[in-house]
């Protein structure tokens, strides 16, 4: 940690401070300039809040050298974490990136959410995406199907081998949610609903957590750290837009570079939904692309079998054609950058 | 609703959109200009979902024109909501501002809690915050007393008769929070927790509402909505700061002009909180005066008894002297307010 | 300056780099944690450019401790700047606010223009405002009446006694500009054309120079320190709102904070333009009011004799008889706050 | 346009709104609804400024329908636009990515320069970047060679047969940079600054135009608007990172999704520069591979042949081998590409 005093810092501010910090165990290390002085403090952070120390007199500013993040760090765990998702698909590491693909909600037509899984399985995905308990901006927008969803999601895992993934809201579903997903999800919205990713905690299944709107990377992690510390280690971590200034042409702006950042910082997977990013269904194709490029472990992509009439995010939704055709230019892209990640550059560059 | 179709959209394209408006009973008027054809569709835009719309071919986007929130906006109801909140306290509509001062975190240190209750009440405050539930960034930072701080905040209310707000972070909890606060509060992170939101409709006490970090207007809005539709009609709104690209010298940026816009298209009470949007004790000051000048119904202040030594948000807390000296400013300042809105600007200018 | 090295960083890339700061004459402190090891060096930070420092092999970071501006930050000089604008007006420091208003544009109707410079005058403004050269977002927007417009500003300026204030947008203009105007403006989207900035340090009259609608505070500090490292001092800031992910119902975000976040770093005086802040006229007053609770130095206000048919900014222009309401209000304001500002709250609060 | 009316609005407000565009040869079309009237007026929107029809009385809210740029925009002109550079190399459309790259700043070690050029020659790039009239933050760092570093670029130019791009900051210097560079670059600092755009569209050479760091993308094809407006039709759009809430990882956030956004509303080449994008070296390379997958038309790229010891932006600049690794994959990822778009995925997708 190091403390920025004020240029106006009296001697005995900068050596109660000082005191402070040592009386917790930390060795400090004066660094005084001309103008200001600093003090390093060499230590468990934990056992201080930064923000009382700020609140001391005479110091300006307090700055964390080290992530405050442990578990879901590089620095507790430097090798990638691969996780076992079912049937033999793994996610994460060197793993090919898992295809994860459906409507946004699933809906009292049951026959098409088959066509959708059917579609997505024979197209090479490996998980079908579907929201049973739906967060959505007004309440008198579709609120989901709720358990009844749940089954039908059930359903079509059966006939198709592929996995599911769906939303959990609230701590009281878990359970439910959980008797019947294979991977449980974390919405953006409730990304820092710490309530639930600490019950989420206890869950012996993976949980896809999804980047907050706001959130920092540094905030993103420690809504992981929240899970791994209540005993779950097995998260899969989701960019899917953040808010910017313009929100004219795409809903959100998706931020393709948290993917090696995270990559560099944190050993979990991170994969990317380009649907919620943009909200645009011409958009997909080009940021599918540029995820996998970039190196995402994963993909989720909304497709519905009859987007002009769907309960939610129609916009932005592939037809079950147009998921086809998507997949047949991913499929070469991913082979390729298979061979290219075997290539030197990661020597050279990193 | 108006559904601008593509420069290159074909005329049966644009049957198609304007037939099925019609099958749902809007009337729908054309605009065609030369280069692309525009529709308004009049009718009750909650038939049908925008993004479905959006996602027929021809169509380049859709527009709403009426405000997506009914019960917490203006238009259902032109008068300003005035709130009961207890022992004869009302906040909104023209009486004066409610003070809420309190520490960010109610402690083991139950004399300190009480001090600061007592000064606040004698400076002029109606309301004692302190948070016992905490949703904090970190796991390992201090998640708050639970049902123990409940019974300091209980004891203090005794004390001195102020009212209490606290936090509600999860559905389970909620009736023991009820059973002991004056009015619930929802932290900015769970503002889209559209689970709790929906049971604190079925509370009968007063919510604060606060603005998530990356919520728009429209957003907030639509939150409180969720709780007004569930059945509760007591929301105070609290602007408490949005992200920013510049937090180097604030932690958030105070959406001050965020205050006359909700009071133009809502009727419910506005507060600010200057503490969590700043993160800085030495712009308490300037953002308490900025926001009752700008018409705030009330505001949150962060106060402790020792911020050096507070367990969470001790840089932002004032001291209970310099919590005083606040007041003296304040009360000056919203006797001028008062006297200004009874003249003839409101008139001139809205 | 901290120089943070990876965790992964080897001895000899420290010894690398601490060598390169010690040739430069920096002053070394290691400080070596369990995780990793943190530099400090002391030293005159302008002889190296951090970001080369960064390129270095091990280094994770480089974080700056003391703030790079130096002539327009407080750490050189304590007190605040006092402009003499002309006619015995000042402006800064305790002085009270200084009121600048007029249109947005000036235009043909010479009448108009000195019906709304009569108003300000009564009214209490010191300064008429107005644009000859006009930065507009699309070519096909008026672009300013130029030269002519400059003689319509001194007109208004002889009848009335006003002084003028208006924008200069490029470096071949300045002489023609300064040969009318008493206070040149840079406006926002040139807060970084460092051309001109270094020109106006070589001319002698004040300059009010705009934050950017994306410009840190450092970094519009930084732009004022252009204009004084070549020569000028007299510079007055004016925060007119940044961009924000909601421009549904305000342009910008007003960031109030600004103001006396700014006092604390600099001396210089800092006004607030509430007008292009929210683009919305019934948002003027409470953002008026706003800016001089929280300190403001001076308003700029745009005030039209007929916004209805004006060229530019119509939406956002009070009627003259708008702004006479107006100043009713903030001179009862401006007059509380001067007897606020001799009460005790600053001893105590910073 | 679409003239919202406020709910409240009296029909004799509506009926001047009407009035008034009629006079100016508007087509009007009433859509009455039950809360709130909506005109759509149909016609030339140069004709008036919609500020000033919003501040019309009863007016809420003027929206535009067509987008405000018509050069830069598919609507007048529905092939893509392909600039030939010089030399044979052709810009745009379904040529290949062209690949720019060079120092930040060029230098006093000519040597140095000569070394990255034919580095990059060799590699496969077309065009060598590099700065000597330089933006920079602070008045105290380096500020560029001016005419020098331009004979420096005439000199490598010579040698490797590489064609030159450099910045220009200022409308005296244009003539001077033009005669020795072949492509033009204005800074993302200076996309607004609208003279020297105008002055620009007098020049006889390709503008390579930077977004800026605030800029929405329809400021920016306005921006174009400008140049092509005052008769240069040679614009290359450059996506180079915009300001986001976390600038802790990435100095900026790069909007990829820019790319297909603008590809779909203009018809200019639109390049990507992951380098002041990221300001961070090990993100170049997963930004290019994305950059390219989302279908830039190229990559402008730092590289330096002494990062440690560059006078600006070190931190992001690749070494000459680094430079190499990542054109054998560039190489191998656009041959892919181009197969790709031989596919049947863009007749199935937009």
Redesign the interface.
């Known amino acids: 940690m190091?403390i920025?005093m004020e240029?106006t810092a009296r001697e005995d501010q900068i050596q109660k401070v000082a005191k402070?910090l040592e009386t917790l165990d930390f060795k400090i290390?004066?660094?005084?300039?001309?103008?200001?002085t600093?003090l390093?403090a060499?230590g468990d952070k934990?056992l201080i809040?930064p923000?009382?120390?700020?609140?001391?007199e005479g110091v300006r500013e307090v700055?964390l050298?080290?992530e405050?993040?442990?578990l879901s760090g590089r620095?507790s765990k430097a090798d990638d974490t691969v996780i076992n998702l079912k049937n033999g698909i793994k996610i994460g590491g060197k793993n090919p990136p898992v295809i994860m693909a459906g409507p946004c909600s699933v809906e009292k037509d049951v026959e098409g959410l088959l066509k959708v899984a059917y579609t997505a399985k024979q197209a090479g995905a490996q998980v079908l995406r579907g929201g049973a308990f739906k967060?959505?901006?007004?309440?008198?927008?579709?609120q989901g199907m709720e358990e009844e969803g749940l089954k039908y999601l059930a359903l079509a895992r059966e006939k198709t081998g592929l996995l599911i993934a769906t939303e959990v809201?609230?701590?009281?579903?878990i359970d439910l949610v959980a008797s019947y997903a294979d991977i449980l999800q974390v919405g953006a919205?409730?990304m820092?609903?710490?309530?639930?990713l600490?019950a989420l905690g206890k869950v012996g299944k993976p949980v896809i957590l999804k980047r907050?709107?706001?959130a920092?990377?540094?905030?993103f992690l420690?809504a992981a750290?929240?899970i791994m510390?209540?005993g779950n280690p097995d998260i899969i971590l989701c960019e899917r837009g953040?808010?910017?200034?313009?929100?004219?042409?795409?809903r959100n702006?998706?931020?393709?570079?948290s993917?090696?950042?995270i990559k560099?910082?944190s050993h979990l997977p991170v994969i990317v939904d380009p649907s919620h990013?943009?909200?645009r269904?011409?958009?997909?194709?080009?940021?599918s692309?540029?995820?996998?490029?970039?190196?995402a472990h994963g993909l989720m992509i909304e497709v519905h079998h009859d987007?002009?009439?769907?309960?939610?995010?129609?916009?932005?939704?592939?037809t079950t054609?147009?998921f086809k055709?998507?997949m047949?230019?991913l499929n070469?892209?991913k082979k390729?950058l298979q061979?290219?990640s075997h290539?030197?550059?990661e020597a050279?560059?990193?």
């Open positions: 190091i920025v240029p402070k290390v004066f660094n005084r300039g001309e103008v200001m600093v390093a060499i934990r809040d923000a009382s120390l700020a609140s001391m700055k050298i080290q405050p993040f442990k620095e967060p959505r901006t007004s309440p008198y927008d579709f809201m609230d701590t009281p579903e919205r409730n820092q609903n710490y309530k639930l600490k907050g709107p706001a920092s990377i540094r905030e420690l750290e929240y510390y209540a953040v808010k910017g200034f313009d929100s004219h042409y795409t702006i998706l931020d393709i570079a993917i090696p950042v560099k910082y990013a943009t909200g269904r011409y958009l997909i194709e080009p940021m692309r540029a995820a996998l490029a970039a190196g987007p002009e009439n769907a309960s939610s995010d129609g916009a932005q939704s592939l054609d147009q055709a998507l047949v230019q070469k892209l390729l061979e290219l290539s030197n550059i050279v560059l990193h």
